[in-house]
């Protein structure tokens, strides 16, 4: 599981982030259907969106999702907002003409569909990894290819943490629930992200491993901690100071129930990804630090799109001293 911080002016108002659900060993045959993977792919990333085609949910696969390229050898060192935009369209114009067709009105179409790749750019995630086996993934490849795949968001009972949960549970029953204290009953990435961690220290046989996915460097403004509910409120002055002021009672029991069932952070010691060296975040997560040290060579690459060249810088990894 993902979760992801928010960013932008939606995620000001709406501090809860996004929850995505990625699996290493399920892949996209399209958007919209599910296949095993082939040796030496990494793995596919779901979600629910709104407003995307018309679909309840859609698959994009892992490198594309967070850089908008399928090569991680063409992921930028850092990043502008012009470079992100053509990046995600040319990707679009390849990989998603079918659901996100041209705009006669607009070069590049406005919309969500822009949250299907490129996510490293705008905010950072954080991973959950546990374990499943090939008769899950199996079982999740049948079941979301059969059922209907039409949308019918609603964000506060059928939003991205709705969906996580429901994958989740689809492999670990039960595992993932709502809290009708720190969450008012709504589901939230961070609660998802919550249930999972405690009951997989309840069941150590799921292995649950983390890891962080860094927000690609550059002058794209940072992304911000992911809130619950109530968090969001006791920490935010601009909604705790009037509520204290009209209704102090009601402030000190929502502190109140923050400081006993809302706080959650994800483990600062998680291994971080780099999409240049390790084949997945998972493998991310189970590897030792090495002692060698790392050379890092860096090439200047100029990528056509259909509004002009976007320079990426190619940077390769090798451990081992010196050549």
């Known amino acids: 599981m993902l979760l992801e911080e928010p960013y932008g002016e939606f995620g000001f108002f709406n501090p809860t982030g996004h929850a995505a659900i990625y ?123 059969d059922r209907d795949n039409t949308s019918h968001f609603n964000l506060f009972f059928r939003n991205c943490a709705n969906f996580s949960e429901g994958v989740i549970n689809f492999y670990y029953p039960h595992a993932i629930h709502r809290n009708f204290i720190a969450d008012a009953g709504l589901m939230t990435p961070k609660q998802a992200a919550r249930s999972l961690n405690s009951y997989a220290k309840k069941h150590p046989e799921m292995d649950l491993r983390t890891f962080v996915i860094p927000q690609v460097p550059g002058s794209i403004r940072r992304s911000t901690p992911v809130d619950g509910v109530v968090e969001s409120l006791v920490k ?20 109140a129930v923050y400081w006993g069932d809302g706080r959650f952070h994800p483990d600062p010691k998680s291994a971080v990804f780099e999409p240049t060296r390790d084949e997945t975040p998972v493998s991310a997560s189970t590897q030792t630090a090495s002692s060698q040290p790392v050379n890092i060579t860096a090439t200047v690459v100029p990528v056509s799109t259909t509004s002009g060249e976007a320079t990426i810088v190619r940077t390769t990894y090798q451990t081992g001293g010196q050549n």
């Open 236 to 255: 935010s002055k601009k909604y705790v100071l009037p509520l204290a002021f009209l209704h102090p009672v009601v402030t000190g029991t929502l502190v």
């Open 23 to 145: 699996l290493s060993d399920v892949c996209a045959e399209t958007p919209t259907r599910l296949r095993r993977c082939q040796p030496g792919e990494t793995g596919v990333v779901l979600s629910r969106y709104h407003a995307v085609g018309g679909y309840d949910w859609l698959a994009v696969p892992l490198i594309p999702y967070l850089y908008a390229v399928d090569d991680p050898e063409q992921i930028p060192e850092s990043a502008d907002q012009k470079m992100v935009l053509r990046l995600r369209d040319r990707y679009r114009r390849h990989h998603l003409a079918d659901i996100v067709p041209d705009d006669p009105k607009h070069e590049i179409p406005k919309g969500d569909w822009t949250q299907l790749v490129g996510e490293s750019y705008d905010r950072r995630m954080y991973g959950f990894a546990v374990k499943t086996t090939e008769e899950q993934d199996g079982a999740l490849i049948a079941e979301f290819n």
